[in-house]
């Protein structure tokens, strides 16, 4: 999960626990030959699973989606403003046009543009990580989509099976 670099965190830990027995027990169930597909298609019947992905990058250079943090003139890797606090300790909050992602130093607001759609979902915000500028300074944005279940695939924009939210049915 979201931790910060050097950070232990027993909720985390448990959550990776977790998430790490989930994917163990499927495995060893499906290579008894259960049928654990069968039951997942009765929790996604439409054979679509609902997922976060990293936004299209927009600056060359970039592996993913970022929203870039003014920095400092005499050092890059530091940022000359603040994270908002709304946002901080938020991976994954949705954030619409508008809403504020920064503070100056002087108190005036950063709001979000609209870069990456009009609705995203922040990642990695406040990360250690994306201090320096040789990993892109900023704060990670993702969107909603899903994954055909069978394939794998991330479904295409024209899928029909894309027409609703993909979190909003869960």
């Known amino acids: 999960g979201p931790v910060p670099q050097g950070v232990l965190r027993h909720?985390?830990?448990?959550?990776t626990q977790h998430a790490m027995n989930a994917v163990l027990e499927f495995l060893d169930r499906r290579n008894k030959?259960?049928?654990v597909l069968d039951e997942l298609k009765l929790i996604y019947p439409k054979q679509v699973v609902p997922c976060y992905r990293s936004a299209q990058a927009k600056m060359k250079g970039e592996m993913s989606g970022k929203i870039s943090w003014l920095?400092?003139?005499d050092n890059p890797n530091f940022p000359s403003v603040l994270v908002h606090k709304s946002i901080q300790?938020?991976?994954f909050k949705i954030v619409r046009?508008?809403?504020p992602l920064f503070v100056k130093l002087d108190g005036s607001l950063i709001r979000y543009d609209g870069s990456h759609g009009d609705e995203v979902h922040l990642i990695f915000v406040n990360e250690g990580g994306y201090y320096f500028k040789e990993s892109g300074t900023g704060i990670g944005v993702a969107v909603e989509t899903a994954y055909d279940m069978l394939t794998g695939r991330f479904l295409k924009a024209d899928d029909d099976r894309q027409s609703y939210?993909?979190?909003g049915e869960l």
Request: glycine share 10%; proline share 5%.
């Open 11 to 15: 909720d985390a830990v448990e959550k």
């Open 71 to 73: 920095s400092a003139d």
């Open 165 to 167: 939210r993909a979190f």
């Open 97 to 99: 046009v508008g809403d």
């Open 33 to 35: 030959g259960e049928p």
């Open 89 to 91: 300790d938020q991976d």
